[in-house]
């Protein structure tokens, strides 16, 4: 079983594999990768430590776990991508005719955009040598309120660079999207981040630990 293969069961909420589900994700897998193009842009930017929150280019993220993770951190790279709206598209139209392929698409389509966002913190490592990456961080996740999409669409310039946009409750459109923070330091650290750094240890897509 591939990589991505365990992050769809886990986005599944942990699923078993059997025959007929091992299928219908390879199937998607191929649609995936055949018809949608990731896109993503990062920036790299001074950043102020507070016990509190991190205030960036005028921008102040209220967030005590955000603090912790960047903790020796005097730069951050901001970090958004997405799948496009032909992935929204497509999760609609399974959603009306075949809903097991669309929970399948649902959940490969977040694997889809983890994998992608690997790939630009590989990027990022290439040019940064000498750093050390902090666990991404994202608005609405811990304490950091999902408002502060707000912010990071400013900082990267989200609607003109990838034709993003913000709902009343900051959902962003296309949905298949996410930003992140990545805190970058001179020392390594062990700060926890995605599962192990979560408080809700009951989440059914919660990644197993060996």
Same mark, same amino acid.
């Given at each position: 079983m591939?990589?991505?293969?365990?992050?769809? *069961?886990?986005?599944?909420?942990?699923?078993?594999?059997?025959? =007929?589900? /091992?299928?219908?994700?390879?199937?998607?897998?191929a649609?995936?990768?055949?018809?949608?193009?990731p896109?993503?842009?990062?920036?790299?930017? &001074? !950043? @102020? !430590?507070?016990?509190?929150?991190?205030?960036?280019?005028?921008?102040?993220?209220?967030?005590?776990? %955000?603090?912790?993770? *960047? =903790?020796?951190?005097k730069?951050?790279?901001f970090?958004? $991508?997405? *799948?496009?709206?032909? $992935?929204?598209?497509?999760? =609609?139209?399974?959603a $009306?005719? +075949?809903?097991?392929?669309?929970?399948?698409?649902?959940?490969?389509?977040?694997?889809?955009?983890?994998?992608?966002?690997?790939?630009?913190? &590989? @990027? %990022?490592?290439?040019?940064?040598?000498? %750093?050390?990456?902090?666990p991404?961080?994202?608005p609405?996740?811990?304490?950091? +309120?999902?408002? &502060?999409?707000?912010?990071m669409?400013?900082?990267?310039?989200?609607?003109?660079?990838l034709?993003?946009?913000?709902?009343?409750?900051?959902?962003?459109?296309?949905?298949?999207?996410? /930003?992140? #923070? #990545?805190g970058?330091?001179?020392q390594?650290?062990?700060a926890a981040?995605?599962c192990?750094?979560?408080a809700?240890t +009951?989440?059914?897509?919660?990644?197993?630990?060996?």
């Amino acid at each position: 079983m591939t990589a991505f293969e365990r992050e769809v *069961l886990r986005y599944l909420g942990n699923a078993a594999p059997d025959a =007929r589900l /091992t299928a219908l994700i390879a199937s998607v897998e191929a649609e995936l990768r055949r018809e949608v193009r990731p896109r993503g842009v990062r920036r790299r930017l &001074n !950043i @102020a !430590i507070e016990e509190s929150g991190m205030t960036v280019e005028g921008f102040r993220f209220a967030s005590r776990a %955000l603090s912790q993770n *960047l =903790r020796g951190c005097k730069e951050a790279c901001f970090a958004a $991508a997405t *799948l496009g709206a032909e $992935a929204d598209r497509r999760l =609609r139209r399974y959603a $009306a005719v +075949d809903l097991p392929r669309a929970a399948v698409w649902q959940a490969a389509c977040a694997a889809y955009l983890e994998e992608y966002l690997d790939e630009m913190e &590989n @990027a %990022l490592r290439a040019e940064a040598p000498g %750093l050390y990456l902090r666990p991404r961080f994202s608005p609405g996740y811990g304490d950091l +309120d999902i408002s &502060n999409q707000q912010a990071m669409f400013a900082l990267l310039d989200l609607e003109k660079r990838l034709g993003l946009s913000l709902t009343p409750a900051w959902m962003m459109l296309p949905e298949k999207s996410v /930003t992140a #923070i #990545i805190g970058l330091s001179a020392q390594p650290c062990r700060a926890a981040g995605g599962c192990a750094g979560c408080a809700k240890t +009951d989440c059914p897509s919660r990644r197993r630990e060996p």
